[in-house]
Antibody, heavy 114, light 109 residues
Framework: QVRLVQSGTEVKKPGASVKVSCKAS????????INWVRQATGHGLEWMGW????????GYAQKFLGRVTLTRDTSINTAYMELSGLTSDDTAFYYC???????WGQGTLVTVSS | QSVLTQPPSASGTPGQRVTISCSGS????????VYWYQQLPGAAPKLLIY???ERPSGVPDRFSGSKAGTSASLAISGLRSEDEGDYYC??????????FGTGTRVTVL
């Protein structure tokens, strides 16, 4: 059964960076794009960007350009999302997905608070 | 970044049919497939419809999707109490970014 397992809850101070991991299993990691989506409490889904794990090519939402970096380590079938310059507006659940939401990770809560 | 427009809420009694609309533009829905997701309270979203009208295995045939021009719809027939939750549409845009709908809260009366 295809699974995406994300790293645990993070608490960060304003201005810091956070790096969330997403470990894939039960499929060939390099065959499918990984997308990242976030959801603030009580709000809708917001697309952040995508990565091709085979080539490393990435694409980012205009809103996050310059602040988000998507990377991967194919030796351990893991994708990463790093977000810098955190503010309280970045407090949200962050999800990795296979393709555009075909399979979802369990989500990682990132809280930004002084 | 544009978003797809959905009604904020929809409701029905058990057994009824509920339809949710998703309005976009020529650069997203008008030229790409539409996806639909169900998010139950406290859970991650789950794929309901892909390629505008295809159901993944395990999704009941009570759920169906359609697309016409720059709009799409999700229909839930035989509404059940366990269908209560939030529903989102999504599509790729020709700008190589993806856009999500604003979300619809479905209530079973």
């Amino acid at each position: 059964q295809v699974r995406l397992v994300q790293s645990g809850t993070e608490v960060k101070k304003p201005g810091a960076s956070v790096k969330v991991s997403c470990k894939a299993s039960e499929y060939t990691f390099t065959n499918y794009d990984i997308n990242w989506v976030r959801q603030a409490t009580g709000h809708g889904l917001e697309w952040m960007g995508w990565m091709n794990p085979n080539s490393g090519y990435t694409g980012y939402a205009q809103k996050f350009l310059g602040r988000v970096t998507l990377t991967r380590d194919t030796s351990i079938n893991t994708a990463y999302m790093e977000l810098s310059g955190l503010t309280s507006d970045d407090t949200a659940f962050y999800y990795c997905t296979l393709g555009l939401g075909e399979v979802w990770g369990q989500g990682t809560l990132v809280t930004v608070s002084s | 970044q544009s978003v797809l427009t959905q009604p904020p809420s929809a409701s029905g009694t058990p057994g009824q049919r509920v339809t949710i609309s998703c309005s976009g533009s020529t650069s997203n829905i008008g030229s790409n497939f539409v996806y639909w997701y169900q998010q139950l309270p406290g859970a991650a979203p789950k794929l309901l419809i892909y390629r505008s009208n295809e159901r993944p295995s395990g999704v009941p045939d009570r759920f169906s999707g359609s697309k016409a021009g720059t709009s799409a719809s999700l229909a839930i027939s035989g509404l059940r109490s366990e269908d209560e939750g939030d529903y989102y549409c999504a599509a790729w845009d020709d700008s190589l970014s993806a856009v999500f709908g604003t979300g619809t809260r479905v209530t079973v009366l």
